[in-house]
């Protein structure tokens, strides 16, 4: 029982993970029909954004609320603008073109942004910056406090990662379906030439949803990176798909679809590789994907239409 | 007369290439052969993921697990089977005759993984494909690593030295040839028609599901004749040589010289190869410049260099096409 109910904290903790990152594949995927490969790589600059923020403001030493609050925020703008950038110079002119063109732009992206933080650190720039390839520790923005009720183990990190994860996708829900942005965005999702039509800056509408999906993508980072202590450039790969994964169980497209699929996958995953298949646990995922594709090609909540000529 | 048309055309390329492939193994410096049986390797991989990408417009990026199916299978067999003489041949024979074996099962088993794949996820379209097939070569990957027969993340070492130059170049001409008859017969029209518009083709009457999957078989066979001859080469099969990095490069190879075009795999192929051996020296950068150059050529050419056109549809050399594809098969 013991190891069932830490399995499902364990679970939840990574599961709500992986449903941020999904959201913003979900969101992009809802307004340009596109698999943003280079989300996860987004994400690793998150987190590194936040190990440079950390150092900067000397978090590591001496570790404060307000500080942590100014490294979050400030990591979820610098991604934010980032994804601005890579829609407006990488997928932008490709918009009308084939989709096979944008994905492997996509791809293009994601492998510039991997192996660009590989290289060596330019000298004299006073930061290590391209980090390099070997693994950096995340400073701890709080002191860790641990509680073991029945048995099991729970630290503050798994409580503040889970409620900032749902505070976040609760603010999510509500500008999707309250805003003004919101109502573009799923116009422009449903059909955006009729949505530009009917006088929404669908550039903007774009942009801005880069821009929020991305911005979760720094959060996820920071949340992973703050309990999890090492950053490396190839971080994203793994997580991005595991999370795309999680956005396709649910359906992609599909705001809510994305956060169970997330959740189900964080504790499908926790679940097998505890109990059976431990060694297996990068596998776990795409054996989940290639099972709901063939059993439900469209995902949990999404419907499918079909094609026309 | 037709039959023995027929049989002649389909050996004229190794007929030619054979001796021309054991000069070229006579002259070279080994140094010189490992570049160019690397490329040959290259070109094997390109050319294939091109009758899949390039012929029938589904985008798979998961080449590379296909080559690892192959090669574990030859490295398997080889390792068994080396030394062991067959009756009636010298040693140095026999060992060629159980590579030849070696490669063929690899290629089997790689055909079966294609089918394997295949059968269910080619009913997906675009994007969902490529995700299944990265996901796949994931698994394969996660497979290897953890089983003991396998050798695990240490790989299968000690493996003879049987890729030569007359190896790969025959590899290589068989790979051409097989994806430039393709494309001439009644299946590579039905898989062009599935690459122009999918819905029309059905429509027309052409089975999808069932031409995509064929080109994907013959695809995998051919990567896994790849994964079987760059383990002899390295004379060590670990999951590292095929992870997705390595499938996304074979992907530059295919999309920098044109979704479609052969030649263009080839020249693509080869360029690339011989390139990455100058970059040696700076490899840190190597994956750097791969992504760039991705990402402006989309920009500026979405459809490759050649595009769907044949090396000789731009270039028009001396005596047309019969010297052009003869010149093609001489990597």
């Known amino acids: 029982m013991t190891e069932f109910l830490q399995h499902l904290v364990n679970g939840l903790s990574v599961g709500t993970i992986y449903a941020l990152i999904a959201l913003g594949y979900t969101m992009v995927y809802g307004v340009l029909k596109l698999i943003n490969f280079a989300h996860g790589d987004v994400y690793m600059v998150g987190a590194f954004s936040g190990f440079y923020l950390a150092n900067a403001m000397g978090v590591g030493g001496s570790p404060s609320l307000a500080k942590a609050l100014v490294v979050f925020v400030g990591s979820m703008i610098i991604c934010g603008i980032l994804g601005v950038l890579i829609e407006r110079f990488a997928y932008r002119p490709l918009r009308h073109r084939a989709r096979l063109t944008s994905l492997i732009t996509a791809i293009g992206v994601s492998f510039l942004l991997e192996y660009g933080f590989q290289l060596p650190s330019i000298p004299g720039l006073g930061i290590p910056f391209p980090p390099g390839p070997t693994p950096r520790f995340f400073p701890e923005p709080f002191t860790r406090v641990a509680w073991e009720p029945f048995g099991v183990y729970v630290s503050n990190y798994d409580v503040i990662s889970f409620f900032t994860a749902v505070g976040l996708m609760l603010l999510l829900q509500y500008i999707v379906y309250r805003t003004r942005f919101g109502t573009s965005m799923r116009a422009v999702s449903f059909d955006s030439q009729v949505a530009g039509l009917m006088g929404i800056n669908v550039n903007r509408v774009i942009a801005g949803t880069f821009a929020l999906g991305s911005a979760l993508a720094a959060a996820a980072a920071l949340l992973f990176a703050g309990s999890r202590p090492k950053v490396d450039p190839l971080m994203g790969l793994t997580l991005g798909i595991k999370a795309f994964v999680a956005a396709v169980f649910g359906g992609i497209g599909n705001v809510p679809g994305a956060m169970v699929g997330g959740l189900a996958l964080g504790l499908a995953e926790e679940y097998v590789s505890g109990y059976a298949l431990s060694s297996y646990r990068d596998g776990i995922a795409f054996a989940f994907l290639i099972i709901v594709l063939l059993v439900r090609p469209a995902g949990l909540f999404g419907s499918f239409r079909p094609e026309k000529v | ?331």
């Open chain 2, 1 to 331: 007369m037709r039959p023995v048309r027929i049989v002649l055309r389909s050996a004229l390329p190794f007929l030619v290439a054979l001796p021309l492939l054991f000069a070229l193994q006579g002259v070279i410096s080994p140094g010189w052969a490992i570049v160019l049986i690397s490329a040959g390797i290259n070109v094997i991989l390109a050319v294939s993921l091109n009758v899949v990408n390039g012929f029938t417009g589904q985008f798979s990026i998961g080449h590379a697990g296909f080559a690892a199916v192959g090669a574990y299978t030859a490295a398997k067999i080889t390792t068994a089977m080396h030394g062991l003489q067959i009756v009636g041949l010298s040693a140095g024979v026999s060992d060629q005759v159980v590579f030849l074996l070696a490669l063929l099962a690899g290629m089997v088993t790689a055909a079966l993984a294609g089918v394997l794949v295949g059968m269910p996820s080619l009913r997906l379209r675009g994007d969902y494909l490529a995700i299944v097939t990265l996901g796949f070569n994931e698994i394969i990957r996660v497979i290897i690593e953890n089983t003991p027969f396998l050798g695990q993340a240490t790989g299968i070492s000690g493996l003879p030295r049987l890729t030569t130059v007359v190896w790969v170049g025959m590899g290589a001409v068989a790979t051409i040839s097989m994806a430039r008859r393709l494309v001439g017969s009644t299946h590579g029209r039905a898989l062009l028609a599935i690459r122009e518009d999918e819905v029309a083709a059905e429509a027309m009457g052409v089975d999808t599901t069932g031409y995509k999957v064929r080109a994907f078989v013959i695809a995998s066979a051919f990567a896994g004749l790849a994964g079987g001859l760059l383990v002899h080469l390295i004379q060590l099969c670990t999951p590292r040589s095929f992870t997705f990095v390595k499938s996304i490069e074979v992907v530059v190879m295919v999309v920098l010289g044109g979704m479609g075009s052969v030649t263009g795999s080839v020249v693509a192929a080869l360029v690339l190869s011989f390139a990455l051996e100058g970059l040696r020296e700076v490899q840190q950068y190597r994956m750097v410049v791969y992504s760039l150059l991705l990402i402006v050529l989309m920009l500026t050419r979405p459809s490759g260099i050649f595009g769907t056109r044949e090396i000789w549809d731009i270039v028009k050399l001396p005596g047309g096409r019969r010297k052009a594809a003869g010149a093609e098969t001489s990597p």
